[in-house]
């Protein structure tokens, strides 16, 4: 027993030893690794290739639920406010062609939109490389704003889908009441084709944050870029792409399209502002995903376009009943839901840019030149532009732009720009310098959309004419163009 005894204290024994030499020599490993590290040749290291990017699920849904908000902005959306706003005899129209101009863009976009708005090839087009969506599977992913963040691709395209569609729907409220329901869709495939891909591309397209590494690789990514975005224009969400290039298609075809029969001397009054009223609701609803949803991440710049979203439309709401209060004496249900949008229209350039204080002072100052723009500069120009698409989404869209230039400097709040070399926020900003950048993007496309507006609008009066007959507009659009009415009288 006394044998084992001290068998079992020598074999404790030993072990302890051992394992306080092992403790003691364990420090050494790092220092001899460290020598290794700084002498490859003698013992060369395998490198480990950095792992793919995958996508976030967070990132994932909140984007998909974006896309969601933003189909409700069109359908039902879009097409309840605008169908409210003209005379019970052409509601249906109006429905008919919100509803299938988005339809049609849907397709289009996927067949060709999306390769030409969104692939690299120069400042004013994309490539046919994804022609068809060629290449593109269920695994393919798309850049976001962070370095190592990416989305699924086809969720990227959805969404940007949804802007496409909504920005060709927007114009058909300019001549609404009057155009042929054909020459609406061939003008709408023409002007997306012509105007919106390239200015799309020419604001939004560039190869992502994780192409930049130092100051070579941004040359290089700026100088595939479209040619907007080279520049160092700001549009988180569409002040340029959709509002201010939808309001000149817009103007352009109320002059090309002529005024309404009677224009001037009938009452041309909205035939139910309660359906105006829950249209403006869903898009205020929906813009969340259009502008929030424009950050591609669920993080807290997409909590900054959602609380802007939220303050300056509030605030552009207020303003233009005051302003209407002021001047006619009354607030209308009119004027508030038309103060929302202007709102919206205005934030939407710069919702990911500036501060709730800088969103509440742009929906302020939305509100009242929005409310001009209807009125004064309506007269002004002369145009029979049945609702108001350019003096909300034109002179919206124009504010937004310029005052995006304003409010993105930190010193009022703003983000600033983002440098992806230094990985941080660049310390310089100049107010008047990027206000002048955001003049030249509103100058580009006001001036592209008109040019292609009017060719657009002149081949397709060629082919199959703009204009119903007298007799089908007296009648109503709904029974001349579509056999059937929005009521049962």
């Known amino acids: 027993m006394k044998k084992l005894l001290a068998t079992l204290a020598l074999g404790l024994g030993l072990v302890f030893a051992s394992g306080v030499t092992m403790a003691e020599d364990a420090p050494a490993k790092p220092a001899v690794a460290a020598a290794t590290a700084e002498a490859p040749a003698a013992a060369p290291a395998v490198a480990e290739a950095a792992p793919a990017p995958v996508p976030n699920k967070g990132d994932t849904a909140w984007m998909t639920v974006s896309t969601v908000l933003v189909i409700l902005m069109t359908i039902p959306g879009l097409a309840l406010f605008y169908g409210g706003l003209v005379r019970s005899k052409n509601m249906l129209s109006v429905l008919m062609q919100v509803f299938v101009v988005t339809a049609m863009i849907y397709v289009l976009w996927t067949l060709y939109g999306y390769t030409i ?8 087009f994309g490539s046919l490389d994804k022609l068809f969506l060629k290449g593109i599977t269920p695994d393919s992913v798309a850049a976001t704003f962070s370095k190592g963040v990416v989305i699924p691709e086809l969720t990227f395209i959805a969404f940007q889908a949804t802007f496409a569609a909504i920005t060709c729907a927007l114009i058909v409220g300019s001549f609404a009441e009057r155009m042929k329901f054909s020459a609406v869709l061939l003008f709408c495939a023409l002007w997306f084709t012509f105007s919106y891909l390239p200015v799309a591309h020419m604001v939004w397209y560039w190869d992502g944050p994780d192409a930049i590494a130092d100051a070579a690789t941004l040359e290089t990514v700026t100088a595939a870029a479209g040619w907007l975005w080279a520049k160092g224009a700001l549009d988180f969400a569409g002040g340029t792409v ?12 109320a002059y090309m399209v002529g005024k309404r029969i009677g224009y001037g001397k ?17 898009l205020w609803v929906g813009w969340f995903g259009f502008n929030a949803g424009s950050n591609l991440e669920a ?10 979203t939220l303050v300056a439309t509030a605030m552009a709401t207020l303003a233009w009943m005051a302003g209407e209060a002021l001047s006619k004496g009354k607030a209308s249900m009119l004027g508030a839901a038309s103060g929302a949008v202007a709102g919206l229209v205005a934030i939407t350039p710069a919702c990911g840019f500036v501060g709730p204080m800088g969103a509440i002072v742009i929906g302020l100052v939305a509100g009242l030149l929005c409310l001009w723009g209807v009125n004064g500069l309506k007269r002004m120009l002369g145009a029979d532009d049945t609702l108001d698409v350019f003096g909300v989404h034109g002179v919206g869209g124009i504010v937004g732009a310029l005052l995006t230039g304003v409010f993105a400097a930190p010193s009022l709040g703003g983000t600033g720009i983002y440098d992806y070399v230094a990985n941080a926020v660049s310390p310089d900003y100049s107010i008047g310098g990027q206000v002048w950048i955001q003049l030249q ?26 204009r119903v007959s007298e007799e089908e507009e007296r009648e109503g659009l709904d029974i001349s163009s ?8």
Not at 266 to 282: I, K, Y
Not at 441 to 465: E, N, P, Q, R
Not at 482 to 489: D, L, N, S, V, W
């Open 117 to 124: 708005a969104f692939t690299p090839s120069n400042p004013f």
């Open 242 to 253: 959709v509002h201010i290039n939808a309001a000149v298609a817009g103007l352009i075809g």
């Open 266 to 282: 009938e009452s041309m009054a909205p035939h139910s502002l309660t359906l105006t009223m829950v249209g403006a609701a869903l």
């Open 299 to 308: 993080n807290g710049v997409a909590a900054l376009a959602f609380m802007n």
């Open 441 to 466: 993007a509103v100058l580009t496309t006001i001036v592209w959309s008109a040019v292609v507006s009017l060719i657009a609008y002149k081949l397709v009066d060629i082919v199959i004419g703009l």
């Open 482 to 489: 579509h056999g059937e009415t929005a009521y049962h009288r």
